[in-house]
């Protein structure tokens, strides 16, 4: 099984900060990955797919890139609807895997 | 619109079955693959199983394969999660989840753009 590392699992934040977060897969996986935001008690949202192509509707401030190994999700001005907990996940093969999130307070 | 609803959640003893229905609309389950994702309480989501828009093929993690078993009945716009020889391991909010595009082929099959809003299992004695 493809396993994925986001780093960090935690992060606290300002409004209007620009945030990365990274996610790196135990094998090559081309750019078959996908960005998710999910808030409390709700399902979750798919923001990214094919690592770098905003899903309809999603604010232009999201952004995705890499490829391979190593893949980063960006929020280019932290605004206050999205602090929620983000996730990678794998569709190269599967068993489609997720990594382990990463949850973005406001500091 | 397009909508799913999960339901058939609820408490069950260790060793028991239960049976999950999603009830979709807006769409047809004969166009789209859809996907089952758990969410242990406090954890992250973990891909349970998946079955083509033709019900040509299924595919399951491995922690479920053997005792979940995913199907579809497109007259009644239904998709199915049979839980047999259930754990406290399996205690989590159940979703339902459509393939981001239609007729999907590989790839395509695998990212999730509408979800319901889950039903939660929950397996204790």
């Known amino acids: 099984d493809i396993q994925l590392t986001q780093s960090p699992s935690f992060l606290s934040a300002s409004v209007g900060d620009r945030v990365t977060i990274t996610c790196r897969a135990s094998?090559?996986?081309?750019?078959?990955l996908a960005w998710y935001q999910q808030k409390p008690g709700k399902a979750p949202n798919l923001l990214i797919y094919a690592a770098s192509s905003l899903q309809r509707g999603v604010p232009s401030r999201f952004s995705g890139s890499g490829s391979g190994t190593e893949f980063t999700l960006t929020i280019s001005s932290l605004q206050p609807e999205d602090f929620a907990t983000y996730y990678c996940?794998?569709?190269?093969?599967?068993?489609?895997?997720f990594g382990g999130g990463t949850q973005v307070e406001i500091k | 619109q397009v909508q799913l609803v999960e339901s058939g959640g609820g408490v069950v003893q260790p060793g028991r079955s239960l049976r999950l229905s999603c009830a979709v609309s807006g769409f047809s389950l004969s166009t789209y693959a859809m996907h089952w994702v758990r969410q242990a309480p406090g954890k992250g989501l973990e891909w349970v199983a998946v079955?083509?828009?033709?019900?040509?093929?299924?595919n399951y993690a491995d922690s479920v394969k053997g005792r979940f078993t995913i199907s579809s009945d497109n007259s009644k716009n239904t998709l199915y999660l049979q839980m047999n020889s259930l754990s406290g391991e399996d205690t989590a909010v159940y979703y339902c989840?459509?393939?981001?595009?239609?007729?999907?082929?590989?790839?395509?099959?695998?990212?999730?753009?509408?979800w319901g809003p889950g039903t939660l299992v929950t397996v204790s004695s």
């Open positions: 079955i083509l828009y033709d019900g040509s093929d299924e």
């Open positions: 996940q794998q569709l190269n093969s599967y068993p489609l895997t």
């Open positions: 989840a459509r393939a981001s595009v239609s007729y999907c082929s590989r790839f395509t099959c695998r990212t999730f753009d509408f």
């Open positions: 094998q090559g996986i081309s750019s078959y």
